[in-house]
């Protein structure tokens, strides 16, 4: 599976989009996007996935470039409840159901 | 309700004591999964089950141990081989192995003096 690359951390205030970038620069053509956020001390939640267009459900909304070398969560108004840390991976859909989740990139919601 | 129920939410052992975790979700899922979470990391995967009386190792699986002899249960046993135990261990599981959606449980925390 590709590897993807997030930020560390990110700070985005009360009610104001929270826009997370993840680059995946070796994604194959087989290969979604896709989203997990992780509330402090809790199982990791999903939230979203893709393959080449840009996807919108409840939660999210995810934008993947043209060339698929990098995507962005965008949750459109952030609340306090929304600071966790979010999870970019990129996973084939014939890699059994692997998820190799890395660091991620800790959002912080301030009011 | 339906879901994945883990417990306990705390578990104390001493070293060179075997532990097992348990795992057991209502949702009528094929596969499950057995997570460790170090402090500030991602998770990684120990074992997997695809479907009843089958299962896989994962990256980490060594020192670790597991059953899945009813599709709703898949118990994690921590060995003494084990040399890092302590940990958070996190259990999900998905309709079918190829699904996209894991659902988690919420996690155990396992401390070893």
């Known amino acids: 599976d590709a590897k993807t690359t997030q930020p560390t951390s990110m700070d985005c205030a009360e009610g104001r989009a929270a826009n997370l970038p993840c680059n995946h620069s070796?994604?194959?053509?087989?290969?979604?996007v896709y989203w997990y956020r992780q509330i402090h001390s809790q199982g990791p939640q999903y939230i979203i996935h893709?393959?080449?267009n840009n996807e919108t459900n409840e939660m999210a909304s995810l934008i993947i470039t043209e060339d698929r070398k990098s995507s962005t969560l965008i949750l459109p108004h952030a609340t306090l409840r929304d600071t966790a840390v979010y999870y970019c991976?990129?996973?084939?859909?014939?890699?059994?159901?692997?998820?190799?989740f890395g660091g991620g990139t800790r959002l912080m919601v301030k009011p | 309700d339906g879901g994945i129920t883990q417990s306990p939410k705390y578990l104390f052992r001493k070293e060179g004591q075997n532990v097992t975790l348990s795992c057991e979700q209502n949702?009528?899922?094929?596969?499950m999964y057995w997570y460790r979470q170090d402090p500030g990391q991602g998770l990684r995967l120990i074992y997997y089950?695809?479907?009843?009386?089958?299962?896989q190792k994962g990256d980490i699986a060594e020192g670790y141990s597991v059953s899945r002899e009813k599709k709703e249960s898949f118990p994690l046993t921590v060995t003494s081989a084990q040399k890092n135990p302590t940990a958070f261990y996190l259990c999900?599981?998905?309709?079918?192995?190829?699904?996209?959606?894991?659902?988690f449980g919420p996690g155990t925390r396992l401390t070893v003096t």
């Open positions: 999900a599981s998905s309709l079918r192995h190829d699904s996209y959606e894991q659902y």
């Open positions: 070796t994604i194959s053509g087989n290969e979604y």
């Open positions: 893709g393959l080449k």
């Open positions: 991976i990129v996973r084939a859909t014939n890699a059994g159901n692997m998820l190799t």
């Open positions: 949702l009528n899922h094929d596969a």
């Open positions: 089950s695809q479907i009843v009386n089958d299962f």
